[in-house]
């Protein structure tokens, strides 16, 4: 299964608050798992990643957190800003005879409210 | 610092029309996809190739084609227009090795409508 399941589908966070996005996965063939951030009338761009043999990688007020044995992964955005409101997917990296290729979420919504 | 460039950001063609989306990168990849973006559906994949004329089906293939006659530059064709293909497309690049680098490149997409 190449699957991703992103959940929730949409996201009302207060400023100053913490946004959880949540995905899983079912393949054990995957080995990068990358966030990606997307604001209206732009493309997704590259926000994070991780790999599976870290539990938690931060940077700044993103954080992504890990579970192996469960097959879930989930990006926290710590003290949530309005300029952080955007569509998020996260995607689970598939490697096939040395071909990348990139199995994505179905994406969240975020909104952050002043 | 514009890598990734998709030829327009709006477009607007008539049903039967042939449509052409044109994507071009500047970092020498070698692989080259086109997605298309629905809300609610996510980004679905049509097609990708991984080198020159190399192309491959993605999961909605069906009224679409691709071009890659050169590295840097990957079309999409929609043969016949039709109004469920309105949609934004978006075209995305990565290397083939994850030695030389993760993840995709996006460009900023095309929004196509079909009346």
């Known amino acids: 299964q190449q699957q991703v399941k992103q959940s929730p589908q949409s996201l009302i966070v207060q400023k100053g608050g913490i946004s959880i996005i949540n995905c899983a996965y079912e393949?054990?063939?995957?080995?990068?798992f990358p966030w990606y951030q997307q604001f209206p009338g732009k493309g997704p761009a590259l926000l994070i990643a991780?790999?599976?043999?870290?539990s938690e990688k931060k940077e700044g007020r993103f954080t992504i957190s890990f579970n192996k044995s469960a097959k879930q992964f989930s990006l926290h955005i710590m003290d949530s800003q309005p300029g952080d409101s955007a569509t998020y997917f996260c995607?689970?990296?598939?490697?096939?005879?040395?071909?990348?290729?990139?199995?994505f979420g179905t994406g969240t919504r975020l909104l952050v409210s002043p | 610092d514009v890598k990734v460039t998709q030829s327009s950001r709006y477009l607007v063609k008539r049903t039967g029309e042939k449509v052409f989306l044109e994507c071009v990168q500047d970092?020498?990849?070698?692989?080259m996809f086109w997605y298309r973006q629905d809300p609610g559906l996510g980004l679905r994949l049509i097609y990708f190739?991984?080198?020159?004329?190399?192309?491959e089906k993605g999961d909605i293939p069906e009224g679409y084609s691709v071009s890659r006659e050169k590295k840097e530059r990957f079309s999409l064709i929609l043969e016949s227009a039709s109004t469920n293909q309105t949609s934004m497309y978006l075209c995305?690049?990565?290397?083939?090795?994850?030695?030389?680098?993760?993840?995709?490149?996006f460009g900023s997409g095309t929004r196509l409508t079909v009346v």
């Open positions: 393949n054990t063939a995957f080995d990068y």
């Open positions: 970092m020498d990849h070698e692989n």
């Open positions: 190739s991984y080198d020159v004329k190399m192309k």
């Open positions: 995607a689970a990296l598939f490697m096939n005879t040395g071909f990348q290729k990139l199995v």
């Open positions: 995305a690049s990565s290397f083939n090795h994850i030695g030389q680098g993760y993840g995709y490149t």
């Open positions: 991780i790999r599976p043999d870290v």
